[in-house]
């Protein structure tokens, strides 16, 4: 059942091209020019309409819902705000029928989303899932919706859920540029075909593979980890430093790159492990001073690049290329590594990988 795999995590990240694949099929229409999503196209004076998006969800989902602000906004110029669904549902938001909201969940159980969702719905805001267990409480509790199709997620460790919710929220908000008129034709088309080679680039993102595995044994013991990452990539730092606390214990940090100086930089010396996201545009040159100011610190830096980067790879201790993409689609690519990295890292330290202590997959109760 784990396909030869010793973990369903790991089997879970290796069927990422697939998964994308099987998200965007029939949606993603690059010979036609056309995105085509029944539950968006549906409701699409709702969207047009609104005056805001406001997205509600839980870890991995709400960090889904973070690289889904920035793509919208990017986008579709939207004005887009990300709750927490936990923190939504009780502090009496202000919230109407101008407001959409766009609840995230793969399992469609957490009671926390769903519970958001009631209250936007009886203050009259439309609301649409993006879900990823069909016929799921948020899934019917929803008035429209968009599924992703990855496919049962078995390991407590989100990972194909996190980039298929990605690969919808970025159909969505192509949609909705294009029914607005924000971005021209070329730029449309452009990001149509980008997103369609992005399974082809994940596969080759997860030929590092052997490297990470490398790079693993170097910070098994490390006690703590700090992710970095800006723009876009931003939300694949908390990501990362999720995923590696929640199957190896071991205590990790995400933070926006320039919030270092900010405080945790007083944490950096020769004992922290440092990863950061510094991809090619994006605030690269800002990303790369950041670099500098850990590496004058003596931390130890693990840097996730573009193929080919010569800036950073000399300053870094270590680098771990992904393809290039437009810069709004990197996420789908820097969070490979770091998938791999805690993995690896999670099982050099014994630990249970698919079942970690004190989680469960789908958390329905508050
Ligand atoms: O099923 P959901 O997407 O609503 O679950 C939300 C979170 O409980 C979930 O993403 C959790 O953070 C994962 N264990 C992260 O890997």
Known sequence: EKGGYDHFMLKEIYEQPDAIVDTYRGR?????????????????E???NANRIIIVACGTSWHAGLVAE??????????????????????????????????????GETADTLAAIKLAKENGAFVFGVCNVVGSSIARETDAGAYTHAGP?????????????????????????????????????????ELE??????????????????????YKDASNFLYLGRGFNFPVALEGALKLKEISYIHAEGYPAAEMKHGPIALIDEQMPVVVIATKKGHYEKVVSNI????????????????????????????????????????????????????????????????????AKSVTVE
């Open 292 to 359: 500098q100011e850990i590496k004058s610190r003596h931390g130890k830096i693990i840097a996730v690049v573009t193929e080919g980067d010569i800036m950073v790879s000399e300053l870094a201790d270590h680098v771990i290329e992904v393809p290039e993409t437009v810069e709004a689609f990197t996420p789908l690519l820097t969070t490979i590594p770091l998938q791999l990295l805690s993995y690896h890292i999670a099982v050099m330290r014994n630990c249970n990988v698919d079942q970690p202590r004190n989680l």
């Open 197 to 218: 080679l992005i399974p082809k680039k994940v596969l080759k993102a997860l030929t590092a593979n052997e490297h990470i595995i490398k790079i693993s044994e170097t």
């Open 70 to 107: 920035y793509i919208f906004e990017e986008f579709a110029r939207i004005p887009v705000e990300v709750e927490y669904a936990s923190e939504f549902r009780y502090r009496n938001p202000v919230i109407n029928e101008k407001d959409v909201v766009i609840a995230i969940s793969q399992s």
């Open 153 to 193: 997620e078995i390991g407590v460790a989100s990972t194909k859920a996190f980039t298929t919710q990605i690969t919808v929220l970025s159909l969505i908000a192509l949609t909705l540029a294009k029914a607005k008129g924000k971005l021209s034709k070329s730029d449309y088309h452009l990001y149509l075909n």
């Open 28 to 44: 993603l229409l690059v010979d036609e020019g056309i995105i085509r999503m029944a539950g968006v196209d549906d409701n699409i």
């Open 46 to 48: 709702k969207f047009l």
